[in-house]
């Protein structure tokens, strides 16, 4: 295998030449089988026939050794050829009295038929834990907590077992995982992380690391992937040449990747595209203020915004203050971040900024499933309300045509007024946070243009009056 071969034909060739160390040939004529390299001897470990011998030959036939007459093994040949031991156990060898292919078995099975579970057996019984120490069954106490690899990882982050009393590793670990505190459990599933990676790198690809770049890796490995789960907010400008406006793009998912808004805004022209990136970033970050994100990551392609709002240089001229802005806005939100994106992976921003805009406004774009779960929030409430109101009406056109009166209500109609009361509530919340939404996303006046929120166009005063 040649080196830089993928995980899957590293682990095929590898599979490979262990499933074909474990099958043994049964003895028929004997004309497929070369007597000296191929396992063939029945009742001896390892199927093959003594190997320090000069035999004086590459390959000779079983078929050789038998008289083919009187299908009975050739004494003379093979007591002359063969080591006394081998000899021994190859005489003891019944040959069949007709003539029958020779064939292969896997002779871990009762039947010699081979199954992936015996497959999977033998190949673990075959290989090599992750300090190179050869082991009959490599299970999984042994994997991960007691090889000396493993034991030093734990040791390394401060936290070392005593696991002289354990039988049973997954038993321990539901245990463990029930006690332990959330930090607890994080750094076992890290540790145990980076043991199995790079047990495999020392399986598959033979290479050998030690506790610390392990342990290391592993870190930040989980660091990368706790980032993964935060809510991305990529950012991009879009300069035209001969325009007096340049427009800024803001595409925000959440930790699944799914769309939940977009906005482009138009900003009168800057002096470079340098600054023009950095304005990006800040409309974003100002953005990001009205909303209830407290993880995100804001990704720019712009390499060179990035570092200059990550490094600590400051900057004298007028985009100084522009950096010290972002900077202030980065920093006072711990949860927000500043990276660098290819532009392959900002594409969807790149082209938000090229969306249509009139100079001075904006557009936000919400995402559907938004707006419908509102609107069949509104809907089930309003039709819940209506089947209420028709119950208490129908209640008190009975009390009426049966001529009950009193001072007190019934208690049907006591109940019913109660879940009316509800409904009417629960339908207010849902009106008022849907206005706290629209207010976030209201008109606002920007050079002298009324800018409307709408799933597509924006709106001058003039515009809406038509």
């Known amino acids: 295998m040649q080196n830089g071969a993928s995980f899957i034909w590293a682990g095929l060739m590898t599979a490979k030449n262990s ?106 019984d075959t290989n090599l834990c992750t300090n190179g120490i ?40 539901l245990q463990k995982l029930n006690e332990a505190s959330h930090e607890e459990i994080v750094l076992i599933a890290r540790v145990l992380w980076g043991i199995w990676f790079f047990r495999n790198k020392k399986v598959w690809e033979n290479k050998t690391v030690n506790d610390m770049v392990a342990m290391e890796w592993s870190a930040k490995y989980f660091a990368d992937w706790r980032m993964a789960k935060e809510s991305p907010l990529n950012t991009d400008a879009a300069i035209k ?20 808004g977009g906005k482009v805004r138009s900003l009168p022209m800057v002096s470079s595209v340098f600054e023009a990136e950095i304005t990006a970033i800040q409309e974003g970050l100002r953005w990001l203020s ?37 900077r202030y806005m980065i920093f006072s939100s711990p949860g927000f971040s500043l990276t660098f994106a290819k532009r392959q992976a900002n594409k969807a921003a790149h082209l938000m900024a090229r969306l249509p805009c009139l100079p001075g406004c904006q557009s936000i774009y919400t995402s559907p499933q938004v707006a ?22 129908g209640i008190r056109k009975t009390d009426v045509e049966n001529g009950i009166t009193g001072k007190g209500p019934r208690i049907e109609y006591d109940i019913f007024s109660k879940a009316l009361m509800a409904e009417v509530i629960v339908l207010i919340s849902v009106m008022d946070y849907y206005q706290l939404k629209k207010r976030r996303q209201q008109n606002t006046v920007d050079s002298g243009l009324v800018t409307g929120v709408d799933d597509k166009t924006t709106y001058t005063m003039d515009q809406r009056k038509n």
């Open 290 to 326: 009205t909303l209830s994100y407290q993880h995100v990551t804001i990704e720019s392609d712009s390499m060179l915004a990035v570092k200059a709002l990550t490094q600590s240089h400051d900057n004298i001229l007028e985009i100084g203050f522009l950096l010290d802005e972002c």
């Open 241 to 260: 040449l001969g325009e007096n406006t340049f427009a800024v793009g803001l595409i925000l998912r959440d930790h699944r990747g799914d769309f939940v």
């Open 372 to 393: 419908k779960a509102f609107t069949r929030l509104l809907r089930t409430c309003c039709w819940r309300l209506y089947c209420l109101i028709f119950l208490l009406n």
């Open 134 to 173: 050869v082991q009959n069954v490599e299970h999984l106490l042994h994997l991960f907590f007691d090889c000396p690899f493993a034991t030093s990882c734990w040791q390394y982050v401060g936290m070392p077992l005593d696991m002289s009393t354990v039988e049973y590793a997954p038993d321990w670990l």
């Open 19 to 124: 499933l074909r160390d474990g099958f043994r040939w049964v003895l028929g004529d004997g004309r497929d089988i070369d007597a000296i390299k191929n396992p063939w001897l029945q009742n001896k470990a390892g199927f093959e026939v003594d190997q320090t011998v000069n035999y004086g030959v590459d390959r000779i036939p079983v078929a050789d050794f038998i008289l083919s007459d009187s299908r009975c093994w050739d004494v003379a040949k093979v007591t002359d050829f063969f080591s006394d031991q081998d000899a021994q156990l190859i005489l003891a060898t019944s040959l069949p009295q007709r003539s029958v292919k020779d064939r292969l078995a896997w002779p871990r099975t009762s039947n010699g038929q081979y199954s992936v579970k015996f497959g999977y057996q033998h190949w673990c």
